[in-house]
């Protein structure tokens, strides 16, 4: 070869001194920049040779590969002298070598000085091992934090760290509650999203103020050093896949893509979502301490970060106290709404102009709402008010009503404002008129998945709407609970040959109805077909009660049984239940699945 090299990879080979010896004065490799000798053995070749290889390459080596070479400690000491000049170094990897913590701090401190690196790959050092060769983890995260106080103290500034130390030294950090490292790995954060969530499981405040220290640090930076590319800090206490990828459990490579690309947040152009760092949470109200400082804290730097609060509860404040956070809050970004505000329906009007604004919301769910003290007219104006909101909500997939008074009469408004289809509707102890049962049927374009109906009183009412609006959502519905609604035998023979075509569904419950057992065996009969079915609760027959609703043990089993038995000769299940209701005593069910299951009584 008479041309110059720039890069050269040997791999899996065997080598000799010899080799070592004409590679080292081999004329064409004066101007290599890529060198990959991974998985040659070097444990019996002389150090010196790949010692005066290196020193050839001093001006020119940026990657350096000498993964899986079986180096121990005395081999890397002879290189650190040559390593320390390559001063074009930009990455190095020295994984799968057996080298010791002792070794590790003395390499680091070689490499000091190569201010170009931004790749660095180190072995986990030979302490962390036991004698069979599996980490213990608690010495490995001991010698992690050993190793970045040796970091700490010897670069400057920080973003010369290995990137794949940052993780377990955040963690490491977090556990012995070290306020300075925390602050400093923020700062210097190399991967695109910090998902710091996690330190929510132990809540902190010292802690937690830390990390918004460090953020601020990161803020007031005029020009980011290279290799800095934080773009979101992540504060929901969720799983992060990230977080798998420096345990070794995962390959993957943390995505470069941000928070806000991949939510797809409509009407927001790219730049907009670029301008600034993101501070992604769930916020409840009334807030902890921690989210009542990160509020203060947003409020102040709201000129150069967004806060993007994509799940808000609110529970029982008083509206002015509320209105606050919501005219800070940036609205398209929530994506889940819950009021658990315990309030009247005056009350409740008054969030209708910041809900509106909420315009990728997918996700509403209403708790305890009483009428208050209002005249009729007044009533009606504040629940058209109200039910117009959704009619705005053009994302919504899901909607809970729970314990909420103005629905009796409303479903027909109600349904019609609502613009696009929903997924799940649940809706709760609530009063059913018969035109709200109605407007099932007139609910077009619906492609319902789940529905919920509990504490929904339905006796005495026309369930021919209810079948033709199973009929029509058959071939999506996935999951149907029509607890506790007071349905009798008339009621559900008459859903049944509607039932029997919901070829989907895979989840079924109809505790707390007062069905006979002859009634329950022509359910068991109509659902023969449904192959997807993976869960079924059904109540226990009225036949096993007595005069004052007590249940007859022996009674119960025998029924239960007979109904089992009339299954297994229709068809297979995996999960079925038959439950008895709560005991009057104790608040707990009979329950019946491979046996009977008695109450605490």
């Known amino acids: 070869m008479e041309s110059p090299l720039e890069t050269l990879s040997i791999t ?330 315990v309030c009247n329906l005056s009350t409740l009007a008054h969030f209708v102009p910041y809900i509106s604004k909420m315009s990728h919301l997918h996700k509403v769910m209403v708790i305890r709402i009483f009428r208050g003290s209002i005249t009729t007219a007044m009533e009606d104006k504040w629940i058209t008010k109200i039910m117009s909101v959704f009619s705005k909500l053009s994302c919504l997939q899901h909607l809970s009503l729970d314990d909420v008074y103005f629905v009796n009469d409303h479903m027909k408004l109600l349904l019609r404002c609502l613009k696009t289809p929903l997924e799940s509707l649940s809706i709760s102890l609530c009063q059913f008129s018969q035109s709200d049962l109605d407007s099932f049927a007139q609910w077009t374009h619906c492609q319902l998945k789940h529905l919920y109906l509990r504490g929904v009183i339905l006796s005495d009412l026309n369930f021919l709407p209810l079948k033709f609006f199973l009929e029509s959502v058959a071939c999506t519905l996935k999951t149907l609970k029509l607890k506790d609604c007071r349905m009798k035998d008339p009621d559900l023979r008459v859903l049944l040959p509607a039932l029997s075509q919901c070829s989907q569904l895979t989840s079924i419950n109809f505790y707390d109805n007062d069905f006979s057992i002859d009634v329950l065996k022509e359910l068991l009969h109509h659902t023969a077909n449904l192959v997807q079915l993976t869960k079924e609760l059904y109540p226990a027959p009225k036949e096993v009660y007595n005069h004052l609703g007590y249940i007859n043990v022996e009674e119960f089993s025998q029924c239960c049984a007979e109904l089992k038995n009339t299954i297994v000769t229709e068809r297979q299940f995996t999960s079925i239940c038959f439950g008895s209701s709560a005991c009057y005593d104790c608040g707990k069910r009979y329950i019946f699945e491979l046996e009977t299951t008695l109450c605490d009584c």
Not at 93 to 114: D, E, P
Not at 208 to 235: H, I
């Open 12 to 341: 899996r080979c065997l080598l000799s001194n010899a080799d070592m010896s004409y590679l080292s004065q081999c004329p064409s490799i004066h101007m290599l920049k890529h060198l990959d000798l991974s998985g040659v053995t070097f444990l019996n070749l002389d150090n010196l040779l790949l010692r005066s290889l290196l020193e050839r390459l001093t001006a020119t080596l940026q990657i350096l590969i000498l993964k899986d070479c079986m180096i121990m400690d005395f081999q890397i000491s002879a290189l650190l002298p040559a390593l320390s000049q390559c001063t074009q170094l930009i990455e190095v990897n020295f994984l799968k070598n057996f080298l010791s913590v002792a070794s590790i701090r003395k390499l680091l401190q070689h490499t000091a000085k190569l201010t170009l690196l931004t790749r660095e790959l180190y072995p986990a050092p030979d302490e962390v091992y036991d004698d069979f060769g599996d980490v213990h983890p608690d010495r490995f995260s001991q010698l992690c934090s050993e190793l970045m106080e040796t970091l700490r103290g010897i670069r400057q500034p920080k973003e010369d760290l290995p990137m794949l130390l940052f993780p377990p030294l955040f963690k490491e950090a977090d556990t012995q509650r070290r306020k300075k490292i925390i602050k400093a790995l923020v700062t210097d954060w190399p991967y695109p999203c910090l998902p710091s969530g996690f330190l929510m499981n132990n809540p902190n405040l010292e802690i937690y103020q830390a990390m918004l220290d460090g953020v601020d640090t990161w803020l007031r930076r005029r020009f980011r050093p290279r290799g800095q590319k934080l773009r979101v800090v992540d504060l929901r206490n969720v799983c992060h896949d990230f977080w798998e990828v420096w345990t070794g459990r995962k390959s993957v490579e943390p995505s470069a893509e941000t928070w806000s690309e991949r939510q797809g947040v409509k009407g927001l152009s790219r730049p907009t979502l670029r301008r600034h760092l993101k501070i992604v949470t769930e916020l409840q109200l009334p807030q902890d301490e921690q989210q009542a400082l990160l509020l203060q804290w947003a409020e102040k730097r709201r000129g150069s970060l967004q806060l993007c609060c994509v799940k808000l509860t609110i529970g029982t404040l008083p509206f002015y106290k509320v209105r606050g956070v919501l005219k800070f809050l940036q609205p398209e970004f929530i994506k889940e709404l819950e009021l658990n505000t």
